[in-house]
């Protein structure tokens, strides 16, 4: 594997920026085609991983006090679209796996996270001139050097632990591998996989479809809204494309003009912004606790939780939120697997399928995430300790993320996640302040309705697959 | 119980003694096109004074004196407010083309200029109707005209009344626009924009294989549950007759999204 | 003393019925044990009218609601109040003991309604098509029939728009107040000779009433620009020629005055009559109160105004439209179809995949649960604006609401106002507790 050297990004970064392009075999035990995979498997790792921190940091911003609490309002506005986006290249990617015939991968903790390729150990803190560093870095492009550079760069070597790599290196890599038919052919890349594939058609929800342009956020008007890109594949070139689009727009090929244009830009402003006020940041973020858990024994061998930075979730309401949390989030990521196993047949328009529903579940799903984060941002993290940290979203990785390959098992598997859900959901009905106990009951009867169809569709899902070499009956 | 003499919103919301919901303005429809209760459309006709407007449209039907020569031409733009927009879209051909010009319903194109000019003069810019759809067509005429309030004043607190003013629509000219008869409307392809008071698609179950079946409000039998959109031709469902003949024995409410039995 | 009259309801809506029993009164609730489910049918105070004294005879909570009586819709039949405003400062109900205070009785009321149909005559432009009915000035607490006259229909016919009744004040009920009962329903018919007695040949109308010899009702087309849009929504052959159809809807002013010592005061309220709502524990996402909103404050709220439960209102009144939606059908029919006729590409408006009606619901339910938690709203991106009307891309058409026709014909917007408070409740703080604190 490529492991890192104490120098930095070394052997790539600095074969790149001499302009040629190492002609290098792909790692041994892996072919060409795999090799892609791999890399593509990472990228979703690190796209999920981005989300993930990103929407954490969007929800440790506090406007309540702030004098400038319009621009804060802004800050959080402008991270939850760089998350919204994140989701859009982890959705694109998924679709270039499934271009490649490969399995999807929304986990996040199958690859170490010290490789050139990762930019930075995985972590839940609230925003801060360190962590907006490490986002910076992670975000830039190639040719960003400048004495600010240079300063971003340090702080976020510091908050990190070593110095942080550009996610924009992956997709070079990217680029170069799958533009090489050497090692990916063009038979590998299979149209028929489209009908798998997700679309903006229906992921995109409203969301500019690439298209740069003034359109901006009604709520805040002086933000332009998030730019979903959700590329289908069934080509190299439009795998190219995609891998390039989805480089541009975050990671930072090319410096871009327009100061809204990049993550990079976007986050950069954000740290201007906070560095201009001075002490007075510290009023505008939650104090929230770093890496929050519901992990009371410490994390798993070998995870990538930084074991002198987990934080149990002690206090017992928030705890349930948490549970609460894991849960949903587990959910979402069901949904959205599921959705993918489902074919948005072009041949058949007359039936619909559960994927609809499944993509709708999704969004659910996420504004779940974002109300019970509204509950746990204002819950201490230890009940001993009213005035201490606040607990936040955990974002636990489920036991499993694996689907079952049958339609009845996966419903079964929703089934299930309701069911864990319902427990804490009782739990949480009698208990705490009037918002959360009108969110539960809603909450309660949403799951109710959504349970009585997955009954339904359990039901209508057939029998078992037959044992092997007897005919189906 | 007492009210608030400038609590405006109470007053429009009152629910008087033994009135149900139903009869409050938060139960009829205002997408009009025309309309179920009133078409709210024509409370702007007179708007501007010295002429009258048709509700649908810039178009001038009534001038008085000088502004008699306005009659049929259309209003395009009051102060910087537009009234007309471009309508763009796809075709076989052109991913953005022009398709046709609409004009925006008067209660949105209208709401700033209501908001700020009452009793003021105000610019008013008139086209001749285009032949083609034009967008931006040549000003041919504009008048400074007065802008009328639309609702009512209290002659004692000399503030609003939560309550459309005389001078604004005679008796009969808030339901002028209306299908003739009535039941027009229930028939009508299309009409099912006001489902929460015209209901559409009703009885509905989820399936075991997860799209969901139901009837047609206007299904004459509520078996087999086969949704087809309206069509007054097909035997299976209402036509405009039976409602002529029977529309209180035939129609049935909607409660819980199921037949009330 | 007292200062100034006001009907309110300033606008009330009657709905029509043949029953001879006028619905009961009944609250509409949002369970909060089912937030998500439609709302509950509560039956609450119903004011039953004596018909020969006019007094109220009773008020009762009935047991069950029934909409229809013996195959007949029973008419929604509104009270309009009559309020004082008195030297308090404070409007209040005005009963015999405040008219007593004033040195008056109920005696000293008077009303007069005036109602109309002018469908006729905003078709032909002939004022003589107008059909009107004027109570005159009513004193007594009788019914009072509004009877329908019209300069073109044949000597002794009428449309019967229903009745008004001054309610005799009492003890028990001590409010001056009007009903205004509705017609049926019907539908009236126009010949060219004159009409036989009994019943008519037309088995769809109740009365031919029309003279089409003396108007151009029957026989009428739509034709130029001064027709209604939409054009031809009256009841006509296959070219478009109306048949001379009518109905008894109607709308019109009711007046009150007090005259006491030489000195009278008036208001007047507006009421019309339509059909009934057909699915009463639902509510329209756009409404006349809505536009009423608007032309009383303007197009943008302060933020005070901007709150949870106003925006949860609107996402519920959505949800309960779209849940009575063929929304899969719709993709590819009505407003698509509309498009189409433009010369827009006949796609559909969303993915397909999307439009499950039970999926839609589910998504809106969503929404409303996360808006319970004090979430703020983050759709406000997803709202069509009312200058984008126009937009018929693909996006433009997937904004909300979908899928449906305003009143320019267009995709539907809601109110500038309507918008205005969504986005204004965005700018607020992420997280709020519903008693709209931040958290």
């Keep these: ?473 | 119980m007492t009210i608030e003499p400038t609590n405006l919103t109470a007053q429009l919301h009152h629910r008087a003694a033994g009135n149900p919901p139903s009869t409050l303005p938060e139960a009829a429809i205002s997408n009009c096109f025309p309309g179920l209760e009133f078409d709210v459309r024509n409370v702007w006709r007179r708007m501007f004074e010295g002429i009258e407007l048709h509700e649908a449209h810039g178009l001038v039907t009534r001038g008085e004196g000088d502004l008699e020569g306005l009659v049929g031409l259309e209003l395009v733009r009051v102060g910087e407010a537009r009234l007309t927009l471009a309508v763009r879209g796809p075709t076989a051909t052109a991913e953005d083309a022009l398709l046709d010009t609409t004009f925006i319903e008067w209660s949105n194109a209208l709401a700033d200029v209501l908001s700020t000019s009452v009793g003021q003069l105000v610019t008013c810019h008139f086209a001749a109707p285009p032949e083609r759809p034009d967008p931006d067509p040549p000003i041919v005429a504009t008048a400074e005209l007065r802008v009328r309030p639309l609702m009512a004043r209290s002659d004692v607190t000399n503030e609003p009344l939560a309550l459309i003013d005389e001078d604004v629509a005679e008796p009969g000219e808030l339901t002028q626009s209306l299908c003739s008869p009535w039941q027009n409307d229930y028939r009508e392809c299309g009409c099912y924009y006001w489902a929460a008071s015209r209901p559409d698609y009703v009885n509905r179950e989820s399936t075991e294989q997860g799209p969901s079946i139901g009837n047609n409000w206007m299904d004459r039998s509520r078996q087999p549950k086969a949704y087809e959109p309206d069509n007054p031709a097909d035997p299976r469902q209402l036509d405009y007759v039976d409602l002529f003949r029977d529309w209180q024995g035939l129609l049935r409410f909607i409660v819980g999204g199921r037949d009330l039995e | 003393m007292i200062a100034e009259l006001r009907i309110l309801p300033p606008l009330a809506i009657a709905r029509f019925g043949g029953a001879p029993t006028p619905m009961d009164n009944y609250d509409a609730i949002v369970d909060p044990e089912e937030p998500l489910g439609y709302r509950r049918l509560q039956p609450v105070e119903t004011l039953e009218v004596d018909v020969d004294s006019g007094e109220i005879a009773r008020a009762f909570v009935p047991e069950r609601l029934s909409f229809s009586e013996g195959g007949e819709v029973r008419p929604v039949a509104p009270f309009l109040e009559l309020w004082a405003l008195t030297d308090g400062g404070q409007l209040e109900p005005l009963t015999i003991a405040l008219l007593q205070d004033a040195g008056a009785t109920p005696a000293h009321v008077r009303w007069r309604v005036q109602v109309a149909n002018r469908k006729a005559a905003r078709r032909t432009g002939d004022e003589a098509d107008r059909i009107e009915a004027d109570s005159g000035e009513l004193a007594d607490h009788a019914r009072h029939l509004l009877d329908g006259r019209c300069a073109n229909f044949w000597p002794g016919k009428s449309i019967p728009f229903g009745h008004v009744q001054y309610v005799k004040p009492s003890a028990a009920h001590p409010q001056v107040r009007l009903r205004f009962t509705p017609a049926a329903g019907n539908v009236y018919g126009a010949s060219r000779t004159r009409p036989a007695a009994g019943r008519p040949a037309d088995p769809n109308v109740t009365d031919v009433v029309y003279d089409g010899r003396r108007g151009r009702w029957l026989g009428h087309v739509d034709t130029d620009n001064t027709s209604t849009v939409p054009a031809f929504i009256y009841r006509g052959d296959s070219e478009g020629r109306s048949v001379g159809y009518l109905d008894d809807g109607c709308d019109g002013i009711v007046r009150a005055s007090l005259t006491v010592a030489g000195r009278t005061l008036s208001a007047f309220g507006r009421v019309g009559a339509g059909p009934p709502t057909y699915a009463p524990d639902a509510l329209p996402i756009r409404s006349v109160a809505d536009e009423l909103e608007q032309a009383l404050f303007g197009p943008t709220v302060t933020p005070s105004e901007a709150t949870l439960e106003r925006v949860e209102e609107i996402v519920r009144r959505a949800f309960e439209t779209v849940r009575l939606m063929n929304t899969a059908a719709m993709n590819r029919g009505g407003m698509a179809a509309h498009d189409r006729g433009t010369g827009r590409r006949a796609d559909p408006i969303m993915a397909p995949a999307l439009v499950d009606d039970i999926a839609v619901e589910n998504l809106h339910q969503s929404l409303l649960a996360a808006l319970r938690s004090g979430s703020a709203p983050w759709f406000a991106d997803a709202l069509r604006d009312f200058d984008e009307i126009g937009d018929l891309s693909d996006r433009g058409r997937r904004k909300m609401p979908a899928m449906m026709r305003g009143a320019d014909g267009r995709h539907l917007t809601l109110t500038r106002r309507q918008i205005d408070l969504i986005r204004t409740l965005v700018r607020g703080p992420v997280f709020t507790d519903p008693g709209g604190e931040a958290t």
């Excluded at chain 1, 995979?37 to 406007?63: K, N, P």
């Excluded at chain 1, 939780?305 to 989030?329: G, K, M, S």
Aim: proline share 8%.
């Design chain 1, 1 to 473: 594997m490529l492991r890192q050297s104490p120098a930095g990004d070394a052997g790539l970064e600095q074969a790149r920026l001499a302009g040629v392009e190492p002609a290098s075999p792909p790692p041994p035990e892996l072919s060409g085609r795999d090799y892609a995979i791999f890399l593509l498997r990472l990228a979703a790792e690190v796209e999920h991983g981005l989300m993930v921190q990103y929407l954490f940091a969007a929800y440790s911003l506090d406007g309540r006090n702030a004098p400038a609490q319009a621009d804060v309002r802004a800050w959080q506005e402008t991270i939850l679209g760089i998350a919204k986006e994140e989701m859009g290249h982890l959705v694109t990617v998924q679709n270039l796996l499934t271009a490649l015939s490969a399995p999807l991968n929304f986990n996040r903790e199958e690859f170490p996270h010290d490789t050139v390729l990762y930019p930075f150990g995985f972590r839940l803190q609230p925003v801060g001139l360190g962590s907006l560093a490490t986002y910076i870095c992670a975000e830039s492009p190639a040719d960003w050097d400048d004495a600010e550079a240079l300063e971003i760069k340090a702080r976020a070597q510091i908050d990190a632990g070593t110095p942080v790599n550009r996610v924009g290196a992956l997709y070079a890599e990217l680029l170069r591998v799958l533009g090489d038919a050497t090692l990916v052919a063009d038979r590998d890349f299979d149209p028929l996989s489209v009908a798998f594939q997700a679309s903006w058609d229906e992921w995109g929800r409203g969301y500019r479809e690439g298209q740069r342009g003034a359109e901006a956020m009604s709520g805040l008007p002086q933000l332009p809204a998030p730019e979903l890109l959700i590329r289908e594949v069934g080509s190299r070139a439009a795998a190219l494309d995609a891998v390039e689009q989805v480089g541009e727009q975050g990671e930072g090929f090319e410096t871009p003009v327009d100061d809204n244009a990049s993550h990079f830009r976007r986050f950069l402003a954000i740290y201007r912004g906070m560095k201009g006020l001075g002490d007075g940041a510290a009023d505008v973020v939650r104090p929230l606790a770093t890496n929050p858990t519901t992990d009371l024994e410490g994390p798993d061998i070998g995870g990538p939780y930084d074991p002198a930075t987990t934080t149990p979730i002690v206090h017992e309401q928030a705890r349930l939120w948490a549970h609460l949390f894991n849960l949903r989030y587990r959910k979402l990521l069901v949904n959205l697997s599921h959705a993918f196993e489902l074919s948005d047949d072009p041949g058949d328009r007359t039936t619909l399928s559960p994927r609809g529903a499944l993509i709708h579940r999704t969004f659910s799903e996420m504004y779940n995430l974002r109300a019970i984060s509204g509950q746990l941002v204002a819950l201490p993290i230890d009940g001993a300790q009213p005035d201490g940290p606040r607990a936040g979203p955990p974002f636990q990785v489920p036991h499993t993320l694996m689907l079952p390959s049958d339609e009845g098992g996966r419903w079964r598997l929703h089934r299930d996640v309701l069911d864990a859900s319902a427990a804490m959901i009782e739990r949480l009905r009698d208990d705490g302040p009037a918002g959360g106990r009108a969110y539960v009951a809603a909450l309660a009867q949403m799951d109710a309705i959504e349970r009585g169809q997955i009954e339904q569709l359990i039901a209508g899902s057939g029998r078992m697959p037959a044992a092997t070499g007897a005919p189906a009956s």
